[in-house]
């Protein structure tokens, strides 16, 4: 089917024969006067006069003395206008959000001719009401009437005295802008076309116009047409489909029902459009698990497309109705389609370098001051130091990572500025926060740096595009700021204005519309058609927007003033996606099926509107994964000769990953654990830990009884009462914070100075660990004497039978270990939530048994080799101390198994802990038995290898 501007360029040069000096063609944007354009050079073989052509928004302009002025300017002068008639001392910054709502009512108010002091009425009684109001329908003036009625029945409640407060203000502000505007030659675009549209001297020359392809109208425009049409200058060609104009209670014929009565078309212009009567397009809806997996759809389906012999990529369009897939959606585009077009705007705070920014400027904020130096946040200094604009401007990438990894070993929380030695990092990493002149300055200078970075990487090139206009925003802002004075509480203020500036900056993709296939949102198709579409993040709450756009006009009053509401927005949405249906042949719908918290995963309205109402048959279909999931109990990974030769090499200890009581522990409750982190050395990403959890500080409270048990490295070690008495009576505790101190810096900041200062959480944590040591060292006092084990860190061999292999070599790392009384105590500091109790020592084994019996495996293991090695056996006693337990007083440390607690190890018991233990490294050593998963699905739960085995 011929297209709606293909069929009005035919139209025109038959009916003025291709001599348009006289005429004048409104549109309602620039690229559809494009489109006209070329298809008028189709109905000519030689040079002809194009008509002019102009948009709606270039006739109000050219009418009218007044400019358009920028949206930062007319929020300033706004907030002028605002302080000035309420006396308000508000900043800037907090203005900024809500002053552009008020902006927005302005206009509208202004598009719409609404009599601003009626809306505006200092309304005091309902009396005073009905004097104000006039000249709307009574049902327009019930709606009125009943919304104010509410409001003044209910004046004591401090949300509506503060409504009308500010409404009360609102007209006076709204004339003291305007005036303000008006005086310096300035104007938003309702203040404009208003102005225009209550010129009585408006003149349009000696002009034929034509109006093609509008949809919604407002009052301005209409009143404007309405006087030309009186003058008989004026003519109107609509893009509509019988289908929903022939419908009165459909929302897509909303406004072209009117217009058509308002400014019918010439009698001999006939659009054969009827979607229900053609049957066309071929229609199928897609539900996808996510944004990517449409693009990858997308993908496969202009690769099929294109194989096809009618495909006409000019004629192709990609819809987006989420504009943050933009960018995936580049990268999907097969290649072999050639060029491209993408014609929609994207928004800068999605982009990297935006992020980049928001990272700088909270890099700033956030400097933490102290005695010695002043420090950044890691998570700033990470997240900019693996920028890709940075990497690339410093083009040290090894020096870089070395530097970060640095940062990690060390567990910098907080970074000195000192450790930033090069020129680059330097200009980075300094204080640019005492004025907004030197923060502006700092972010102009290494904005400016990164864009004259050279480089033929499209992603590269793309992010410098964002900072350009990140840029020009900021030196807008820093020239405003100083020639109005605008004050800031503090630097804060400033950085938030500025957030929230680019927040708002929306970069417009233009390339060449006549040129491949287009991308554009739904917006930009006003009025194109195209044959073959795909229209993706169909989903209700983005298509149509669910949220109603901000206003201080309350939603009843907007419909009783006649201001657009959201049926309003509603109607404007359904036409975007109906007309895209007239005149294709194929079109591919999809949506996002994916729920979260918040609910989502619902399909737009317009989908169930067509899956109801659409004559013809749509193909509903799911887009399932194409990785299939496969069932739990049938992945496993064989033990060939290579990973056999591992598994042997880990045994005897000749591998960088020796076993040890949590390996083992890992194979009994998931063998497949065991592989990827014993086998395979998986481990997670390393990164800054911010607080200390449970392992953490265990580790650290364990070090520091180390460190105070062992202040001279000899075995044994012997501890008396007097000794920890005198250590309890020390003033401040300085030689156990000494020794507290010693362990933090090696344990959580894993190096061996104790020049450190600890921040927030980690101070409480500090305080904590003491106190325990305190209550752990009372203990003790009540058990001294006793001699402490000096070397709790060994490798021990263990001999096993019926396997390949003599013995094993089990690496163990036991907290503590004393002596008295004859009796060995074997003991491991416990954090978290795990049980002394055992039901029996064939159940420590057992692979559907879950992680609380971990602890009792282990103490059990780790005692058992000591007793070998030491020839202990009749007088050793395995204990888990627990730390929540040590505030109690609580000096009992036994476990359980069989219900009986151990006070010593004897040979029964080792006997059958040692014949489980031979069977579970039998089967570790058996080759014709694969990893496994574990049939207990709770073991998953904090597993870190759980998304690579659902995958």
Not at 661 to 685: G, H, V, W
Not at 828 to 844: E, F, P, Q, R
Request: hydrophobic share 35%; charged share 25%.
């Amino acid at each position: 089917m011929e297209a709606f501007l293909k069929y009005c360029a035919r139209f025109l040069s038959e009916k003025y024969n291709n001599d348009f000096e006289t005429v004048k063609l409104v549109f309602p944007n620039n690229r559809s006067i494009l489109y006209f354009n070329k298809y008028l050079t189709e109905f000519t073989n030689k040079p002809i006069w194009a008509p002019q052509c102009i948009t709606i928004s270039k006739l109000f302009t050219d009418k009218t003395k007044l400019k358009p002025c920028e949206d930062l300017l007319l929020v300033f002068n706004l907030y002028k206008s605002y302080t000035k008639i309420t006396g308000s001392n508000e900043s800037f910054d907090s203005f900024f959000l809500w002053g552009k709502t008020l902006l927005s009512d302005f206009d509208d108010i202004d598009k719409y001719m609404i009599p601003a002091k009626d809306l505006f009425s200092n309304v005091k009684d309902l009396k005073e009401l009905d004097n104000e109001i006039g000249g709307y329908s009574k049902e327009d003036e019930e709606i009125i009437r009943k919304f104010w009625k509410n409001i003044i029945d209910s004046r004591d409640s401090i949300e509506k005295q503060s409504f009308v407060k500010l409404w009360e203000n609102l007209y006076e502000i709204y004339l003291d802008f305007k005036n303000t505007l008006k005086n310096e030659g300035w104007a938003y675009q309702g203040m404009l076309y208003r102005s225009v549209s209550e010129n009585p001297d408006l003149k349009f020359g000696n002009y034929n116009y034509w109006f093609i392809g509008f949809n919604a109208l407002n009052k301005c425009e209409k009143t404007v047409m309405k006087k030309m049409q009186t003058l008989s200058i004026a003519n109107f060609l609509w893009d509509y489909d019988e289908y929903f104009t022939g419908n009165n209670f459909h929302e897509a014929g909303l406004f072209l029902r009117e217009n058509l009565k308002l400014f019918p078309p010439p009698s001999n212009f006939v659009i054969n459009s009827n979607m229900k009567k053609n049957g066309k397009p071929e229609i199928e809806c897609v539900s996808a698990v996510s944004g990517i997996s449409q693009t990858k759809y997308m993908s496969q389906l202009l690769s099929k497309w294109s194989k096809e012999p009618n495909f006409n990529a000019e004629r192709t369009a990609i819809v987006l109705a989420d504009e943050s897939l933009l960018i995936p959606v580049m990268y999907a585009i097969p290649h072999n389609l050639g060029t491209y077009n993408v014609s929609m705007g994207y928004p800068v705070k999605l982009s990297s370098a935006a992020s980049l920014l928001r990272n700088l400027l909270q890099l700033q904020q956030q400097i933490k001051s102290t005695k010695n130096s002043n420090r950044f946040y890691h998570k700033q200094v990470n997240y900019i130091l693996n920028n890709s604009l940075v990497r690339l401007w410093i083009n040290k990438d090894k020096d870089l990572d070395n530097l970060i990894t640095n940062f990690i070993n060390q567990n910098m929380v907080y970074i000195s500025i000192d450790e930033f030695k090069t020129e680059k990092l330097k200009q980075i990493f300094r204080i640019s926060n005492s004025s907004f002149a030197e923060l502006t300055a700092y972010l102009e200078l290494i904005i400016q740096n990164f864009m004259l970075i050279e480089t033929d990487d499209n992603l590269i090139y793309r992010e410098q595009q964002f900072l350009y206009h990140i840029y020009q925003h900021i030196i807008r802002i820093h020239d405003l700021v100083e020639k109005h004075n605008i004050p800031f509480e503090d630097i804060k203020s400033y950085s938030k204005l500025v957030e929230q500036i680019i927040n708002t900056i929306t970069i417009p993709y233009e390339g060449e519309p006549l040129e491949g296939m287009q991308v554009v949102g739904f917006m930009e198709t006003r009025p194109l058609d195209f044959d073959r579409i795909i229209m993706l993040s169909l989903n209700e709450g983005i298509f149509p927007k669910k949220t109603v756009a901000p206003s201080f006009i309350p939603q009843n009053l907007r419909i009783g003033f006649g201001l657009p509401s959201q049926e309003y927005r509603d109607a404007i949405f359904a036409y975007y996606f109906y007309r895209l249906l007239q005149r294709s042949s194929k079109l591919s719908i999809l949506f996002n099926s994916a729920t979260n918290d918040l609910g989502g995963g619902e399909p737009s309205r317009f989908i169930t509107q067509l899956k109801y109402e659409w004559p013809f048959n749509i193909d509903f279909r799911n887009l399932k994964r194409s990785a299939h999931l496969k069932p739990v109990e049938d992945y496993s990974i064989p033990k060939t000769d290579e990973i056999y030769k591992q598994i042997l090499n880990v045994c005897i200890g000749n591998s960088k990953r020796k076993l040890s009581a949590s390996s083992l522990n890992q194979y009994i409750k998931c063998p497949m654990m065991f592989y990827f982190s014993t086998l395979l050395d998986y481990r997670e990403t390393d990164e800054v830990e911010e607080d200390i959890d449970q392992r953490v500080f265990g580790s650290i409270f364990h070090e520091a009884m180390q460190i105070f048990y062992n202040p001279v490295h000899q075995k044994p070690n012997n501890i008396t009462a007097k000794y920890l008495q005198t250590v309890l009576n020390e003033k401040q505790h300085e030689s156990l914070r000494r020794v507290l101190k010693k362990a933090f810096a090696k344990v959580y900041l894993k190096t061996e100075e104790e020049k450190f200062e600890l921040f927030g959480k980690n101070i409480l944590d500090f305080e904590i660990i003491l106190k325990l040591m305190l209550k752990m060292i009372e203990i003790d006092l009540n058990y001294a004497p006793f001699t402490i084990w000096h070397e709790t860190k060994d490798f021990y061999k263990l001999k096993i039978s019926n396997t390949k292999i003599n013995e094993i070599v089990i690496k163990a790392y036991i907290d503590r270990i004393d002596f008295k009384n004859n009796i060995y105590r074997i003991l491991d500091y416990k954090t978290g939530s795990v049980k002394n109790k055992a039901k029996n020592i064939d159940y420590l084994f057992n692979h559907e048994r879950d992680s609380e019996a971990d602890a009792v495996f282990q103490i059990m293991l780790y005692t058992i080799l000591f007793a070998e090695k030491n020839n202990c056996i009749s007088n050793s006693m395995p204990g888990l101390v627990f730390l929540k337990d040590v505030l109690k007083d609580n000096d009992k440390y036994n476990i359980e198994i069989d219900k009986q607690e151990i006070n010593y190890i004897d040979y029964d018991l080792i006997t059958r802990f040692k014949k489980n233990l031979n069977e579970l490294i039998s089967e570790i050593l058996d080759k014709s038995i694969p990893f496994s998963q574990t049939q207990n699905l709770k073991n998953c739960e904090y597993c870190d290898y759980r998304t690579i085995c659902k995958e």
